[in-house]
């Protein structure tokens, strides 16, 4: 976005990490080293004439916070240089920015065709807006490739996915996928939360739309809730901004800092994590009291070739199937000692979350078979922490 107040030119430096310390960064007339603070919720004009210019669109200045901030258009154009993508915008949730996604490209009638492995309050989400606005969605299998095009045969408005998914680490062929939501007149929505473009760029793969939880990896330290939409200019300007200007799900500059501030070691800390994953996964897939380990590095992955081509690496998130159903899930986390009980995920400190109790407690019984939630099924978000004490810390809860 413009309203340049001194922005930082990267010339031919334009390294992935290069762009996840510097890129969006403006100085004020103080020459800052980090990113400055804007903890404004108003702006100040020389003129009548030149604030009367900020509401016809003619005078570039910010206007009011509710609409943007320079510490969020920092974060949003750091956010757009990563993925690759012409824009970004803040909101205050990754579920904002799922649903202005979905309000922006849907009315009353619309379909939308989802995987069926999503995050429980995206389920949630889903199903208010056919409860109360008319819009229908069909669910199809993540990794099913005929259901796809099947459903995808017919028009749609919207095509949603999330992969890795939560909290199976089932995969979606993005490249496939997309080209099949285009032939069907429709955009390719993809949750990229777990993977961050450190692991997953989904506009290479012909996507159109990412949205992101920032709560997670992005801040990456558990301390800011915070979401970002990311498009095409146009896509951003005429069609997220009008909702979010009039409704106010706006992104605090506070939170805007934190994550910037996350961006800059994001890379550094998702291939640790990642790292650490993949082998706790390895080492667990040995262990007798775990029936199932799921992480797209193991070549036990179903999607394992899929994950190689469109990832950079697994990513830090893994489940287990525990022996013993809930009774053995819930005495397993009673008995850790390092990692902590938590449903967050993302955080540098790990932690480990019991999902049929709790964030996919919502759904029945059967609607968690079909989205492959036995009750032992244990997420774990790895840290940062030596891999060796969580190796140790996990097999003791097992024992
Ligand atoms: C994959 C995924 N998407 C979206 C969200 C929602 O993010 P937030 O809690 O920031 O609204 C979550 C939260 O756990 C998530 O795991």
Redesign the pocket.
């Known amino acids: 976005m413009a309203h340049d107040i001194g922005r930082t030119d990267l010339g031919d430096h334009s390294g992935f990490t290069t762009r996840a310390v510097r890129a969006g960064q403006q100085r004020s007339q103080f020459h800052e080293t980090s990113e400055y603070l804007a903890l404004t919720s108003g702006y100040t004009f020389a003129t009548a004439a030149e604030n009367a210019g900020t509401f016809a669109g003619e005078v570039e200045h910010y206007n009011y916070s509710r609409v943007d901030n320079p510490t969020t258009t920092m974060l949003c154009d750091r956010l757009a240089a990563l993925d690759g993508a012409e824009a970004a915008w803040p909101v205050a ?4 920015a ?1 649903f202005y996604t979905v309000l922006a490209l849907t009315r009353s009638g619309s379909r939308i065709v989802s995987s069926r492995e999503l ?1 429980g ?2 389920v949630g989400l889903f199903t208010l807006m056919e409860e109360r606005f008319g819009v229908h969605v069909d669910y199809v299998a993540a990794t099913d490739m005929r259901e796809w095009e099947r459903a995808l045969s017919t028009p749609a408005a919207l095509v949603f996915c ?1 992969t890795p998914s ?1 909290p199976v680490m089932r995969l979606v062929d993005l490249a496939g996928v997309s080209a099949l939501a285009h032939q069907a007149g429709a955009l390719m929505v993809v ?1 990229n ?2 993977a961050t473009p450190v692991l997953q760029q989904p506009l290479r793969f012909g996507a159109d739309v990412i949205t992101y ?4 990896l992005m801040d990456g330290q558990g301390r800011t ?3 970002a939409i990311l498009g095409t200019e146009s896509f951003i300007i005429d069609q997220v901004k009008p909702w979010t200007r009039c409704t106010g799900p706006t992104m605090s500059p506070f939170t805007a800092w934190t994550v910037l501030k996350g961006l800059e070691t994001l890379p550094l800390r998702v291939q640790a994590q990642s790292n650490s994953a993949r082998q706790i996964a390895q080492a667990l897939e040995q262990h007798p009291n775990v029936e199932q380990v799921l992480h797209p590095d193991l070549p036990s992955h179903p999607q394992y070739d899929l994950a190689q081509q469109q990832m950079e690496g697994g990513g830090q998130m893994l489940s287990i199937v525990v022996s013993g159903g809930t009774q053995g899930a819930h005495a397993f986390l009673d008995r850790l000692s390092l990692i902590d009980i938590s449903n ?2 993302g955080d540098t400190k790990s932690l480990a979350v019991h999902c049929a109790t709790t ?1 996919h407690h919502s759904l029945t019984p059967e609607e968690r078979e079909v989205a492959g939630i036995p009750d032992g099924l244990v997420r774990l978000s790895i840290g940062l922490e030596d891999v060796h004490d969580l190796l140790d810390d996990i097999t003791q809860a097992l024992a």
């Not at 949730?93 to 904002?96: E, F, L, R, V």
């Not at 939880?213 to 997670?216: E, R």
């Open positions: 949730s990754g579920m904002a799922i995050f309050s995206t999330e939560n949750d939360t777990f939880s920032t709560t997670k809730v915070g979401g967050n995920l964030t």
